[in-house]
């Protein structure tokens, strides 16, 4: 309790996935996490690293270094801001002429990067500042009933040389998030698998049969919905499943949930407060069933 | 034995120089001409002389006939490393009739023209100044007398698997009185466990059978089975051996292996043997051919309803109240022979070995197919016990892979084209077989022909590394996901079964065999040889061998014949009635021992062997056998009473002052343990690392031998940096522990020398194992640019401030 971030939300959630900040918002604050607004972030980095490797450490350098500035740590929503600033943070830990070249650039606007502050994604700090522990006691409506599938995505756990968190051919995090909302994670193929969305730009095709091949997996072991962390991936998934299904000519029908909303139904938040009406596909017989069917059981 | 005291003014010194070109390796970098005039000019060296390779046949003549003829009474040699040639010649100057150890040498080939060969000119003067520190040294060398001790005609052949086997009915047959001891119930080790062997399909336990039979009924041999080691004391050719007797709650002598108490016997667990597939009685024996042929009850299962006792009857073989025993043996030879584990890749998620019913490990299928086996021979899959109509094989989990183990395990190539094989003589047209591989390694006798056996049998062979495996929940059949490097592309592959032709491993317990006998393991977990090439099955401890897989993996022929080397090996030492110990121990002046007077008895904690004994009020004295000359007692004592021979402080010191007789303030000084350090600063000088040629290295043989005073009087004489080169922490040292003393000793010394003013980097341990050239070459690389980096001038300045300091504490010294 009585965690303070600085917030870093980078690119695609405030813009394109809102339901995923709305919601976490809530539910941090509601575990008694303060939030403190960083306005002169910039763009974490990573979109740029094809382009020029060096524009990209300088980018996430900058972010590190106001962070370092205002002697806090920082919390993304967005795996991909999370492993770039992990990345860049260790990489210029490590090596000492790097780091000169870069803060030879940072003084310009002057600043200096020392490598004082961490960064953690949202699961990394529920699980590892915040506690299960802490979780477990805010849960007021166990998702005892509801059966779901969890999606890890790429960047949250890799490469794990930068990453240092949960095991990427292996991971536990999520699913064990997931069951403190007293809900069932359910196995099933392919967990590890892309969801697609690298290959976006590049081949649409690919990219949503890879989604689709997932979504089918999904469906054969029934559950109920499908639980991302990540922006991109619920992009893949959610605002992509009916192209999908009428691509392919195949119903799914499976709601895609931001963990965060998952862990604020089962706190008690009302779905409104959730953002549960921006989602694509309709999670309303979930939704539903957690907020009666929990009053039955 | 000599004394150094007896020893008064020697004949005038006549020391003859030889220079080795070693073809060019020397002489192609190192300018000869230059060393041989200059090796002329210093005092006492009477006689030099230049060959092309001194080591040769004509080489060492020359150094008996100038012994002969000019009357030398010390030779040094200039060339390889000592740990080279030093036994040669030692032999050579005996040969002329000079005392081998009045020989030195000086290493300007592995230390000099190997290491720095971009820099002729510098390697000259490193090498110059080997010769006048080998020199230095050879001045103040006296004659020594080689030691015999007696030695016990018996050996301890520790693990009986079927290099442990063979190499006991060897010595056995030699006539050798042999204990093996074996840690399970029976020996026969992994190949016990094995349905066919390749590439001949021999059935395993119809070839092994009757060895393990032999080694039973052997007169010379007797085995102690389901013990453990626990201690040994001693060296070579008397080693005391304990050994704990494990109980199996049935007397060996009353039981017949008639096996009825396992008919009435009502429980089963699971049998390690079956790699827990099948089951045992809670009173059985581990499979049917076990050696020796003695039942055992496991407790934790058994339920004493005591069925057993009473169905054995009037034998009285069983007996609950046994305890573990302790049996102590004498030997002269020991062979470690323990083998290998078998990785169980269960930290491999993507491979799903653990949570699928129907991946199982190549061990696993051998008890499968073998008609012995817990299901008849019948090839079953765990989820449904079907048959299966498809079965991949992965070849190389865990193995060559750099986040695993990243050797290669040897003969999983083999075992799987063996197992491919069987499954398609067994099952023909009804299975179809798939072996994902990165290489096919068959380079044994027949067995590349074994390899085309295979293909011609039909099982696809696709080349690549598997990413993961997915089972589908409904059927369990499992989906293998991999690249096919011929087609360029990923690929999947639906099977029924997968076979995971896992790592094998280093034996559970190695660390603790290592430690009991003191050997050393190399990165990959295995034990570490004498030497890779010229001593593969000795081990670093005299009278220790090695045999089979213990050492490095190998296969069933490989470890056979190496059981037998290794026999032979141990025949030299238990053949002889006696064996020669190098004199090179520590003798203890009885004059100058405070034990005399006082409590003391520094010396005899600080020996890692218990080699030294004080009794109240007498001098300390030193176990001669026992000791290993490694030199820690004479840098503990206090008073400087103890002298190791071949190793006197004033030999180490004339080696340090010679060492920085010119711009000691541009010179890095290293103390390198001979088995270890000075090892890996020869690797970096074969493998031709090339670093910095401001180092002058001396030789001793361990870092505990490290005198706080060389310190001190390297920096004294203006020595730009020190460096103190040991075995690895915490158990690579040679004599145990000499280098956890040594460390004690210099980070209080370091701590001292930083307080007076001393920047700290200038002095220097490092651990550098013999494997480890690279490391020593970075080492001494960056000691130079720390130096270059001080300047000479701080140097100086910060010498001159430490000098009266340690002038005063070195006033005891001459």
Same mark, same amino acid.
């Given at each position: 309790?009585?965690?303070?971030?600085?917030?870093?939300?980078?690119?695609?959630?405030?813009?394109?996935?809102?339901?995923?900040?709305?919601?976490?918002?809530?539910?941090?604050?509601?575990?008694?996490?303060?939030? &403190?607004?960083?306005?002169?972030?910039?763009?974490?980095?990573?979109?740029?690293?094809?382009?020029?490797?060096?524009?990209?450490?300088?980018?996430?350098?900058?972010?590190?270094?106001?962070?370092?500035?205002?002697?806090?740590?920082?919390?993304?929503?967005?795996?991909?801001?999370?492993?770039?600033?992990?990345?860049?943070?260790?990489?210029?830990?490590?090596?000492?002429?790097?780091?000169?070249?870069?803060?030879?650039?940072?003084?310009?606007?002057?600043?200096?990067?020392?490598?004082?502050?961490?960064?953690?994604?949202?699961?990394?700090?529920?699980?590892?500042?915040?506690?299960?522990?802490?979780?477990?006691?805010?849960? $007021?409506?166990?998702? =005892?009933?509801?059966?779901?599938?969890?999606?890890?995505?790429?960047?949250?756990?890799?490469?794990?040389?930068?990453?240092?968190?949960?095991?990427?051919?292996?991971?536990? =995090?999520?699913? =064990?998030?997931?069951?403190?909302?007293?809900?069932?994670?359910?196995?099933?193929?392919?967990?590890?698998?892309?969801?697609?969305?690298?290959? &976006?730009?590049?081949?649409?095709?690919?990219?949503?049969?890879?989604?689709?091949?997932?979504?089918?997996?999904?469906?054969?072991?029934?559950?109920?919905?499908?639980? =991302?962390?990540?922006?991109?991936?619920?992009?893949?998934?959610? $605002?992509?499943?009916?192209?999908?299904?009428?691509?392919?000519?195949?119903?799914?029908?499976?709601?895609?949930?931001?963990?965060?909303?998952?862990?604020?139904?089962?706190?008690?938040?009302?779905?409104?407060?959730?953002?549960?009406?921006?989602?694509?596909?309709?999670?309303?017989?979930?939704?539903?069933?957690? $907020?009666?069917?929990?009053?039955?059981? | 034995?000599?004394?150094?005291?007896?020893?008064?003014?020697?004949?005038?010194?006549?020391?003859?120089?030889?220079?080795?070109?070693?073809?060019?390796?020397?002489?192609?970098?190192?300018?000869?001409?230059?060393?041989?005039?200059?090796?002329?000019?210093?005092?006492?060296?009477?006689?030099?002389?230049?060959?092309?390779?001194?080591?040769?046949?004509?080489?060492?003549?020359?150094?008996?006939?100038?012994?002969?003829?000019?009357?030398?009474?010390?030779?040094?040699?200039?060339?390889?490393?000592?740990?080279?040639?030093?036994?040669?010649?030692?032999?050579?100057?005996?040969?002329?009739?000079?005392?081998?150890?009045?020989?030195?040498?000086?290493?300007?080939?592995?230390?000099?023209?190997?290491?720095?060969?971009?820099?002729?000119?510098?390697?000259?003067?490193?090498?110059?100044?080997?010769?006048?520190?080998?020199?230095?040294?050879?001045?103040?060398?006296?004659?020594?007398?080689?030691?015999?001790?007696?030695?016990?005609?018996?050996?301890?052949?520790?693990?009986?698997?079927?290099?442990?086997?063979?190499?006991?009915?060897?010595?056995?047959?030699?006539?050798?009185?042999?204990?093996?001891?074996?840690?399970?119930?029976?020996?026969?080790?992994?190949?016990?466990?094995?349905?066919?062997?390749?590439?001949?399909?021999?059935?395993?336990?119809?070839?092994?059978?009757?060895?393990?039979?032999?080694?039973?009924?052997?007169?010379?041999?007797?085995?102690?089975?389901?013990?453990?080691?626990?201690?040994?004391?001693?060296?070579?050719?008397?080693?005391?051996?304990?050994?704990?007797?494990?109980?199996?709650?049935?007397?060996?002598?009353?039981?017949?292996?008639?096996?009825?108490?396992?008919?009435?016997?009502?429980?089963?667990?699971?049998?390690?043997?079956?790699?827990?597939?099948?089951?045992?009685?809670?009173?059985?024996?581990?499979?049917?051919?076990?050696?020796?042929?003695?039942?055992?009850?496991?407790?934790?299962?058994?339920?004493?309803?005591?069925?057993?006792?009473?169905?054995?009857?009037?034998?009285?073989?069983?007996?609950?109240?046994?305890?573990?025993?302790?049996?102590?043996?004498?030997?002269?030879?020991?062979?470690?022979?323990?083998?290998?584990?078998?990785?169980?890749?269960?930290?491999?998620?993507?491979?799903?070995?653990?949570?699928?019913?129907?991946?199982?490990?190549?061990?696993?299928?051998?008890?499968?197919?073998?008609?012995?086996?817990?299901?008849?021979?019948?090839?079953?899959?765990?989820?449904?016990?079907?048959?299966?109509?498809?079965?991949?094989?992965?070849?190389?989990?865990?193995?060559?892979?750099?986040?695993?183990?990243?050797?290669?395990?040897?003969?999983?190539?083999?075992?799987?084209?063996?197992?491919?094989?069987?499954?398609?003589?067994?099952?023909?047209?009804?299975?179809?077989?798939?072996?994902?591989?990165?290489?096919?390694?068959?380079?044994?006798?027949?067995?590349?022909?074994?390899?085309?056996?295979?293909?011609?049998?039909?099982?696809?062979?696709?080349?690549?590394? @598997?990413?993961?495996?997915?089972?589908?929940?409904?059927?369990?059949?499992?989906?293998?996901?991999?690249?096919?490097?011929?087609?360029?592309?990923?690929?999947?592959?639906?099977?029924?079964?997968?076979?995971?032709?896992?790592?094998?491993?280093?034996?559970?317990?190695?660390?603790?065999?290592?430690?009991?006998?003191?050997?050393?393991?190399?990165?990959?977990?295995?034990?570490?040889?004498?030497?890779?090439?010229?001593?593969?099955?000795?081990?670093?401890?005299?009278?220790?061998?090695?045999?089979?897989?213990?050492?490095?993996?190998?296969?069933?022929?490989?470890?056979?014949?190496?059981?037998?080397?290794?026999?032979?090996?141990?025949?030299?030492?238990?053949?002889?009635?006696?064996?020669?110990?190098?004199?090179?121990?520590?003798?203890?002046?009885?004059?100058?021992?405070?034990?005399?007077?006082?409590?003391?008895?520094?010396?005899?904690?600080?020996?890692?062997?218990?080699?030294?004994?004080?009794?109240?009020?007498?001098?300390?004295?030193?176990?001669?056998?026992?000791?290993?000359?490694?030199?820690?007692?004479?840098?503990?004592?206090?008073?400087?009473?103890?002298?190791?021979?071949?190793?006197?402080?004033?030999?180490?010191?004339?080696?340090?002052?010679?060492?920085?007789?010119?711009?000691?303030?541009?010179?890095?000084?290293?103390?390198?343990?001979?088995?270890?350090?000075?090892?890996?600063?020869?690797?970096?000088?074969?493998?031709?690392?090339?670093?910095?040629?401001?180092?002058?290295?001396?030789?001793?043989?361990?870092?505990?031998?490290?005198?706080?005073?060389?310190?001190?009087?390297?920096?004294?004489?203006?020595?730009?940096?020190?460096?103190?080169?040991?075995?690895?922490?915490?158990?690579?040292?040679?004599?145990?522990?000499?280098?956890?003393?040594?460390?004690?000793?210099?980070?209080?010394?370091?701590?001292?020398?930083?307080?007076?003013?001393?920047?700290?980097?200038?002095?220097? @341990?490092?651990?550098?194992?013999?494997?480890?050239?690279?490391?020593?070459?970075?080492?001494?690389?960056?000691?130079?640019?720390?130096?270059?980096?001080?300047?000479?001038?701080?140097?100086?300045?910060?010498?001159?401030?430490?000098?009266?300091?340690?002038?005063?504490?070195?006033?005891?010294?001459?």
């Amino acid at each position: 309790m009585g965690s303070k971030y600085l917030i870093f939300l980078g690119c695609a959630i405030p813009y394109r996935v809102s339901a995923y900040e709305i919601s976490a918002r809530k539910v941090l604050s509601k575990l008694g996490v303060e939030l &403190v607004e960083m306005p002169e972030f910039n763009c974490c980095g990573l979109p740029l690293d094809p382009v020029s490797h060096e524009a990209m450490l300088i980018l996430a350098a900058r972010n590190l270094a106001l962070a370092e500035q205002q002697g806090l740590n920082i919390l993304t929503l967005c795996p991909g801001c999370a492993g770039t600033l992990k990345k860049v943070n260790k990489i210029l830990k490590e090596d000492k002429t790097l780091r000169e070249q870069i803060n030879a650039h940072l003084k310009e606007a002057g600043l200096e990067f020392k490598g004082t502050v961490t960064t953690k994604h949202i699961m990394q700090a529920l699980t590892e500042d915040i506690g299960l522990e802490t979780i477990r006691k805010a849960i $007021t409506k166990p998702l =005892t009933n509801l059966k779901v599938a969890e999606h890890n995505g790429c960047h949250i756990l890799r490469p794990k040389e930068y990453i240092g968190f949960d095991n990427p051919e292996d991971p536990q =995090t999520l699913k =064990t998030l997931i069951e403190a909302t007293s809900a069932t994670c359910l196995d099933y193929i392919d967990e590890t698998e892309c969801c697609g969305a690298p290959s &976006v730009g590049v081949s649409d095709k690919v990219a949503l049969q890879l989604a689709r091949d997932k979504l089918s997996h999904i469906k054969m072991v029934n559950a109920q919905a499908l639980i =991302t962390i990540c922006p991109f991936c619920h992009i893949m998934y959610d $605002t992509n499943e009916l192209r999908i299904e009428k691509m392919f000519n195949e119903t799914y029908g499976i709601p895609v949930l931001h963990y965060p909303q998952l862990l604020g139904l089962a706190m008690g938040i009302p779905p409104e407060e959730l953002a549960f009406n921006e989602l694509r596909v309709d999670a309303t017989k979930i939704v539903k069933q957690v $907020t009666e069917g929990a009053k039955q059981e | 034995m000599s004394q150094p005291e007896n020893v008064k003014k020697p004949e005038e010194l006549r020391i003859g120089v030889f220079v080795c070109h070693c073809g060019l390796n020397i002489a192609g970098t190192v300018d000869i001409k230059q060393i041989v005039e200059y090796a002329k000019t210093i005092p006492d060296v009477v006689f030099v002389k230049e060959n092309r390779y001194t080591c040769a046949d004509p080489g060492q003549e020359e150094i008996r006939k100038a012994i002969r003829e000019q009357k030398l009474n010390r030779v040094v040699v200039a060339a390889c490393s000592p740990r080279m040639h030093e036994p040669t010649f030692r032999r050579t100057v005996t040969e002329a009739g000079l005392n081998p150890f009045l020989f030195e040498m000086a290493n300007i080939r592995e230390f000099a023209s190997w290491c720095h060969p971009s820099n002729p000119q510098a390697a000259t003067e490193r090498a110059k100044d080997a010769v006048r520190m080998a020199v230095a040294k050879a001045r103040l060398l006296m004659p020594l007398q080689t030691i015999e001790v007696p030695v016990t005609n018996k050996a301890l052949i520790v693990g009986g698997g079927i290099a442990g086997m063979n190499a006991a009915l060897d010595l056995a047959e030699m006539g050798f009185q042999v204990y093996m001891l074996e840690n399970t119930q029976s020996i026969g080790g992994h190949m016990a466990a094995l349905d066919k062997t390749f590439p001949t399909l021999d059935c395993s336990i119809c070839i092994e059978g009757p060895k393990m039979v032999d080694c039973g009924r052997h007169p010379n041999i007797k085995i102690f089975a389901n013990a453990d080691l626990v201690r040994v004391d001693g060296y070579i050719g008397n080693f005391k051996v304990k050994i704990r007797q494990n109980p199996r709650y049935v007397i060996p002598d009353r039981c017949t292996g008639c096996g009825e108490c396992k008919d009435v016997c009502p429980i089963e667990y699971p049998n390690e043997w079956d790699m827990n597939l099948g089951t045992r009685k809670a009173i059985s024996v581990p499979f049917d051919q076990a050696v020796p042929l003695i039942y055992a009850v496991n407790k934790d299962y058994c339920i004493e309803c005591f069925k057993c006792v009473d169905v054995c009857g009037a034998r009285q073989a069983i007996d609950f109240e046994q305890k573990p025993e302790e049996v102590e043996i004498e030997v002269g030879a020991i062979i470690v022979s323990t083998g290998f584990d078998v990785y169980l890749p269960y930290d491999m998620p993507l491979l799903g070995y653990g949570k699928y019913p129907n991946v199982i490990t190549s061990m696993e299928f051998e008890r499968l197919i073998l008609a012995a086996g817990p299901t008849g021979g019948k090839v079953i899959r765990q989820s449904d016990g079907k048959k299966p109509h498809t079965v991949a094989f992965i070849q190389c989990v865990g193995s060559r892979d750099k986040n695993k183990y990243p050797y290669c395990s040897n003969f999983c190539c083999m075992y799987t084209l063996k197992h491919v094989v069987q499954l398609k003589e067994k099952y023909k047209e009804d299975v179809e077989v798939y072996v994902f591989y990165m290489d096919i390694r068959s380079p044994g006798k027949g067995y590349e022909e074994f390899y085309d056996r295979a293909r011609e049998r039909g099982v696809n062979f696709i080349r690549g590394r @598997v990413s993961r495996i997915d089972e589908d929940p409904k059927t369990h059949n499992l989906v293998v996901h991999s690249e096919d490097q011929t087609l360029g592309q990923p690929i999947e592959i639906e099977a029924d079964m997968v076979v995971l032709a896992t790592a094998a491993i280093p034996k559970k317990g190695s660390d603790e065999i290592a430690r009991i006998l003191n050997l050393s393991r190399g990165a990959d977990g295995f034990f570490m040889e004498s030497h890779p090439k010229l001593k593969p099955l000795d081990a670093p401890t005299d009278g220790v061998f090695y045999a089979g897989a213990c050492q490095g993996l190998k296969d069933i022929p490989a470890s056979v014949a190496q059981g037998s080397g290794a026999a032979a090996r141990a025949a030299t030492v238990i053949s002889k009635p006696k064996w020669k110990i190098e004199p090179i121990i520590s003798v203890i002046d009885e004059s100058r021992c405070r034990n005399v007077t006082a409590k003391c008895g520094i010396c005899v904690d600080k020996c890692p062997y218990g080699a030294i004994k004080a009794e109240p009020n007498k001098a300390a004295q030193v176990i001669t056998a026992s000791c290993h000359g490694c030199g820690t007692c004479v840098a503990e004592c206090p008073q400087d009473a103890i002298t190791q021979m071949h190793f006197t402080d004033a030999q180490i010191l004339a080696q340090i002052r010679a060492a920085l007789e010119k711009d000691p303030e541009d010179k890095i000084l290293a103390i390198l343990c001979n088995w270890c350090s000075y090892a890996g600063a020869d690797l970096a000088g074969t493998s031709r690392f090339e670093y910095p040629p401001s180092v002058r290295a001396i030789r001793v043989m361990c870092s505990g031998r490290v005198d706080r005073d060389f310190i001190l009087e390297a920096f004294r004489l203006g020595a730009g940096m020190v460096l103190v080169g040991a075995c690895h922490l915490p158990y690579d040292c040679h004599y145990i522990s000499g280098n956890y003393k040594m460390k004690a000793r210099t980070d209080a010394l370091k701590g001292m020398l930083t307080k007076l003013g001393m920047s700290p980097e200038r002095f220097r @341990v490092e651990y550098v194992s013999a494997a480890e050239g690279i490391h020593y070459a970075e080492v001494i690389t960056e000691i130079d640019a720390d130096m270059k980096a001080l300047g000479k001038e701080k140097i100086k300045a910060e010498n001159a401030k430490l000098r009266p300091i340690i002038e005063n504490m070195l006033k005891r010294k001459k």
